[in-house]
Nanobody, 122 residues
Framework: QLQASGGGLVQAGGSLRLSCAAS????????MGWFRQAPGKEREFVAG????????YYADSVRGRFTISRDNAKNTVYLQMNRLKPEDTAVYSC?????????????????WGQGTQVTVSS
């Protein structure tokens, strides 16, 4: 089970840190990803991180502004979002993939958490 938190309302240029806590003892066995879905749009990949945390990958739209990290001892993955823009407004969800590499395709992810709303005002 995945539980995302940390969303909220922030002004453009501000920052938020999302957290996704996982239950169970096998968190470190999963590649983790963050996705988002804006109103009227399809869900899109935001960032991913390998099991050890040694490799990360970002969508072009957030690269340089967002940072994904994980703490396997705490069964938690984070998404630090800086220099937020109104177009970052969306429901953000975390997901776990039992595969070996980071993928952008939501169909490869096995487990999903509920979303947390991020709203960026201009």
């Amino acid at each position: 089970q995945l539980q995302a938190s940390g969303g909220g309302l922030v002004q453009a240029g501000g920052s938020l840190r999302l957290s996704c806590a996982a239950s169970g003892r096998t968190f470190s066995s999963y590649v983790m990803g963050w996705f988002r879905q804006a109103p009227g749009k399809e869900r899109e990949f935001v960032a991913g991180i390998t099991r050890s945390g040694g490799t990360t990958y970002y969508a072009d739209s957030v690269r340089g502004r967002f940072t994904i990290s994980r703490d396997n001892a705490k069964n938690t993955v984070y998404l630090q979002m800086n220099r937020l823009k109104p177009e970052d407004t969306a429901v953000y969800s975390c997901a776990a993939d039992s595969g070996y590499g980071i993928t952008m395709y939501e169909s490869t992810y096995d487990y999903w958490g509920q979303g947390t709303q991020v709203t960026v005002s201009s």
